[in-house]
């Protein structure tokens, strides 16, 4: 069943609207997903984005999906058969690090809502023409940073964003007071070292420290 740019867009308000922070995971090893999704979640942390850039990664959402509480996704999107395998591994959003027709077309017959990456005010011109109304901006630190989205901002007010890359706990406040940013993406809540020493206590802490993170 095909999905309407609205009801995609009603889906990622509410998602982005439940915490500032949207952990950003690549993962090695999918015996430990659901453990990392439920230290994740319980720090208040629902919204988890696990990139396909690791063979395990299909698994670990596999394994997040049955987390009760959590909202698992599927990231570095690159193509329709990227999002068919998310889908069919239980990805309830998807999030690419930037847009094509191909891949947008897709993910809404697929029925899964999807955040688009745009940098340049031409594409987020180009989102904004399909009815987009919240996009990734990736990569934040090294695409001008907090400034150049605020820049963003003036002429484009109707479009909001999840910057992602480079978003650490020192700059994501930048970001997080400006009115056209909802949440922001980051891999700090859940380093490595932490994971593969299984320490979800710590993880969880780190987590809750994210989701104490002011919004504008």
Do not use: H
Not at 1 to 10: E, I, W, Y
Not at 129 to 139: H, L, N, Q, S, T
């Amino acid at each position: 069943m095909t999905l309407s740019t609205a009801d995609a867009n009603r889906f990622l308000r509410d998602l982005c609207a439940r915490a500032p922070i949207i952990p950003v995971l690549v993962i090695e090893d999918a015996a430990s997903a659901a453990d990392l999704a439920r230290a994740l979640v319980a720090g208040g942390l629902p919204a988890l984005e696990v990139t396909l850039r690791t063979p395990a990664a299909l698994d670990a959402i596999r394994e997040m999906a049955g987390v009760e509480g959590g909202v698992v996704g599927a990231g570095t999107l690159l193509s329709p058969a990227d999002i068919a395998r998310a889908v069919d591994a239980g990805a309830r959003f998807g999030v690419a690090p930037g847009a094509t027709d191909r891949l947008l077309d897709a993910a809404a017959e697929a029925g899964l809502p999807i955040l688009p990456g745009a940098v340049t005010a031409t594409e987020a011109m180009r989102l904004i023409e399909r009815g987009v109304e919240i996009a990734k901006f990736f990569p934040a630190e090294t695409s001008g940073g907090a400034a150049a989205l605020k820049a963003l901002g003036g002429p484009l007010p109707q479009l909001s964003f999840c910057p992602t890359g480079g978003i650490t706990p020192q700059n994501a406040a930048s970001y997080l007071s400006l009115p056209n940013v909802v949440c922001a993406g980051g891999s700090w809540v859940a380093p490595g070292d932490l994971v593969r020493a299984g320490d979800w206590v710590g993880i969880e802490a780190l987590a809750r420290e994210a989701a104490a993170l002011p919004r504008a």
